[in-house]
């Protein structure tokens, strides 16, 4: 129960910044906006000119979303 409440916690917490993410075009924004820094973004996502699309962010909340488990 604890688990579920938790995660349930940190995906508000993604569903919150996925909104204010809607508005990020590059991955100096993305610092601005998440927790990842540039070069974390490029590591996951590989280098993509530097725009940031939906399916980056959507590994992005993969990533934090098992980061959150992983500290449960």
């Known amino acids: ?3 579920v409440f938790n995660l349930s916690i940190q ?3 993604i569903s919150k910044n ?3 993410f ?3 075009s590059n ?3 993305v610092e601005n906006h998440t927790a990842f820094t540039k070069d974390e973004v490029q590591k996951i ?3 993509s000119g530097g725009n940031v ?3 980056v962010y959507t590994q992005l909340e ?3 979303l098992l980061e959150a488990v992983n500290k449960i």
């Open 1 to 3: 129960m604890n688990f």
């Open 11 to 13: 995906n508000d917490v």
């Open 18 to 20: 996925y909104a204010d």
């Open 22 to 24: 809607l508005k990020v």
């Open 27 to 29: 991955y100096k924004e």
């Open 45 to 47: 996502v590989g280098n």
């Open 53 to 55: 699309t939906r399916d």
């Open 62 to 64: 993969i990533k934090t």
